[in-house]
């Protein structure tokens, strides 16, 4: 997870098979949370880190299959914390 508009944002959590599978507003929801978790990284990765993120979603906005969805938050979450814990070392 560069330049996620919050149109984007949109598509991604209003597809019908993101909304089957994981809610209407996950994509929100995971990206929020991604960027709160960023924000307890140091000033220099913050940066970083905020573009990766943006570009993923990006990337990610066509994405239809729920399976695909589900896998892509799990990922997202479990690449958060190793990436806390990388720096709170």
Wanted: charge should be positive; charged fraction near 30%.
């Amino acid at each position: 997870m560069t330049c996620l508009s919050i149109s984007a944002c949109r598509r991604f959590s209003s597809s019908a098979a993101a909304a089957a599978a994981l809610g209407p507003n996950s994509a929100k929801d995971l990206y929020r949370d991604l960027v709160r978790k960023i924000k307890q990284l140091p000033k220099d990765a913050q940066q970083y880190y905020k573009n990766y993120t943006r570009q993923v979603f990006y990337n990610f906005t066509e994405e239809r299959e729920p399976e695909t969805l589900t896998r892509l938050h799990s990922k997202a979450r479990e690449d958060a914390e190793w990436v806390l814990k990388k720096y709170s070392k």
